[in-house]
């Protein structure tokens, strides 16, 4: 049957059938309804009583194909499965920072969920330049915690071989390994390229070596490293914020994959903001500098404080169950530098997802809104080249960056050399 959307009586009606639902809302007939989605993928409803308005949900619909681009481009709606089960895996690990499911319908690829009426989307936030104090904090803990617990630093072989088993999420992998890993560095015909954009910094993505080589790399990572679940699409655009709560919501590319994918989406989207700034700070009147030190102070505090409390995590799982992933006998120093070497590896595979990250919202189909909002051509232009050239430092340079601060200090020197130029 051909899909169609509901319209705003029918979803009243559907929702008033289930009792849970009813229950949050109340009757039917007092409900307003109203399609808010702007992501690529799905349907999103607001649903609200016009007596109450503190009673009110969101809505998500998984159509049959890919909304951003309609029909033409077929997707399976089991999509919203992954998303569903991801919302509540996580969410019961990391209940503070995943909104509730209140309701899932697998038939019709929809579920009810809790409305965060008073977050915003972090990255319209950060285009307000507003600084969120908490930010930090809350995507560290939220990191090592779906982080940790999904990997076989924690869970028995078998039940993490299961987990991989269930999470398989082949369509929306496949999306991901061409938009992101496949299609920039080519000539492709789905690529969108700003107008102003200098034919030699295209020329780069595709001629460089070292570049090709880094980010052939990262696509191997990912289809390989079955290391945890992942959220799988970790923008600032899945992220819902104020200044006391912080929440992750989208996570329908969930799938087990490797860690530094879903560390490197906030880093990608951080730097994109701190190099997109210059135009958004100037428009808004305000000197840019101080709210780019802000951008990158939160990248490197939210991998330091990712960091401690993973190792923290590890450290306290291995010492009640008495039993160390590298095995017994292992003398603590050999055991602590084992970790380390772990740490040092997943900080270098967070460079180089964020290096392709950055690069897919430069010249791939999918933007992002800092980037695209910048009405200037040339503005435009000067930014993306900044980010194309962060991106492949990151890449090239992911193993031998010699910890976050000095990502801090190359983003730095990227945007003073350039302005120097401009
Ligand atoms: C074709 S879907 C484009 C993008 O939207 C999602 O948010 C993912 O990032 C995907 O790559
Ligand atoms: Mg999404």
Known sequence: ???????????????????????????????????????????????TNAKAPERSVVVKQAPPFLRLVGKAWPLSCQRMEHEVAALRRFGALCPQHVPKVYHADGGRFLMVMQRLASHC?????????????????????????TLFYGSDLFLAPDIKKQAVGAAVNAELCKITEDLVFTFPFEDHASNVYSAALPASALERLRTNEALRI?????????????????????????????DDETFVIDPEFAFYGPMGFDIGAVLANLLLAYFSRDWHGRVDGRDPAAYQEWLLAQATDIWNRFSAQFLALWRDHESRSERRFIGGQAETRVVE?????????????????????????????????????????????????????????????????DGIEHVAVLARDIQRETLTHA
């Open 121 to 145: 989307i972090l990255r319209q936030g950060l285009m307000n330049g507003v600084v969120y104090p908490k930010l930090a904090a809350h995507l560290s803990t939220y990191l090592a915690h």
């Open 337 to 401: 530098s084992y970790r380390a070497h772990f740490m040092r590896r997943l900080l270098a595979d967070t460079l180089g997802f964020a290096g392709c990250k950055m690069i897919r919202r430069i010249v791939g189909m999918a933007k992002v809104a800092e980037i695209t909002r910048i009405p200037d051509a040339q503005a435009r232009a000067r930014i993306e080249v900044r980010c194309l050239r962060c991106a492949e430092a990151l890449l090239v340079e992911r193993n031998t960056l």
């Open 1 to 47: 049957m051909e899909f169609e959307a509901f319209t705003a009586s029918e979803l009243a009606a559907y929702l008033g059938a289930i009792p849970e639902v009813r229950a949050l809302l109340g009757e039917p007939d007092d409900l307003d309804v109203a399609e808010v989605g702007d992501g690529n993928l799905n349907y999103v409803y607001f649903v």
């Open 214 to 242: 880094a980010a052939g790399d990262m696509k191997w990572t990912f289809m390989n490293r079955a290391e945890t679940l992942l959220h799988g699409d970790l923008h600032t655009g899945s992220i819902m914020v104020n």
